[in-house]
């Protein structure tokens, strides 16, 4: 219920982020998600692959601290969003990425007050203020946990606007993180990739979707 707060033991001692702050969650689903991360361990603690402890960590440590700083960080996105460079050509890859792109650019823009200019190549088109205005609005009144969530998940997609559909749960994490590849897909499709190029999309993919189970697991959206 409100004012309610859980905390994650380990061997009878509560877990602590690194600033030695005791982590205390703001729902029990949070901390069984992040207990979950704990228990899937094996003799080696592999810190890299406890996302959701990482990110319970920050929203303790720094967010608290830096919340202007993110809400601009956020905004930023909103001047270059992916979701409005387009591919010149090829026309599949343009079709491709407006298939994908142009109904999440519609919602924002109706949803959020975040109407952005579709460009075609390198250049950005340039945004209005209002629009870029908006997202550090919206990022102004969330709680240090889902702010945390969502600044993570526009650094993630390249995309303010795929990480706010991703934080209102308009599509999970997952989908946005598959949508902010459409580019990289299309490529790999054409030209093979790498195994570290694999890995590393593998790696991100997990990340996304361990971002989808820390929203989720803050509850509805206010």
Not at 157 to 181: H, M, P, W, Y
């Amino acid at each position: 219920g409100q004012g309610e707060s859980w905390s994650v033991r380990l061997d009878g001692k509560p877990l602590r982020t690194p600033e030695k702050k005791t982590v205390v969650l703001p729902t029990e689903a949070l901390a069984n998600v992040i207990a979950d991360e704990w228990r899937a361990q094996s003799e080696r603690i592999d810190l890299q692959s406890m996302f959701n402890t990482r990110l319970a960590s920050i929203a303790l440590d720094r967010t608290p601290v830096t919340r202007a700083d993110l809400g601009k960080e956020a905004a930023r996105y909103a001047h270059t969003d992916l979701v409005c460079h387009l591919a010149e050509n090829p026309k599949v890859l343009r079709e491709r990425q407006e298939a994908g792109w142009g109904p999440l650019r519609a919602w924002a823009g109706l949803e959020m007050g975040l109407s952005l200019m579709p460009g075609q190549g390198v250049i950005p088109a340039p945004q209005p203020e209002e629009s870029v205005e908006a997202v550090r609005r919206h990022a102004a009144v969330l709680d240090d946990f889902r702010l945390t969530g969502l600044v993570h998940g526009i650094s993630m997609f390249g995309s303010a606007v795929l990480g706010l559909a991703a934080e209102r749960r308009r599509i999970t994490a997952a989908e946005a993180f598959e949508l902010s590849r459409i580019d990289e897909d299309f490529k790999a499709k054409q030209w093979g990739e790498d195994a570290e190029a694999t890995r590393r999309t593998e790696r991100t993919r997990a990340e996304a979707r361990a971002l989808d189970l820390w929203f989720d697991a803050l509850g509805s959206v206010a």
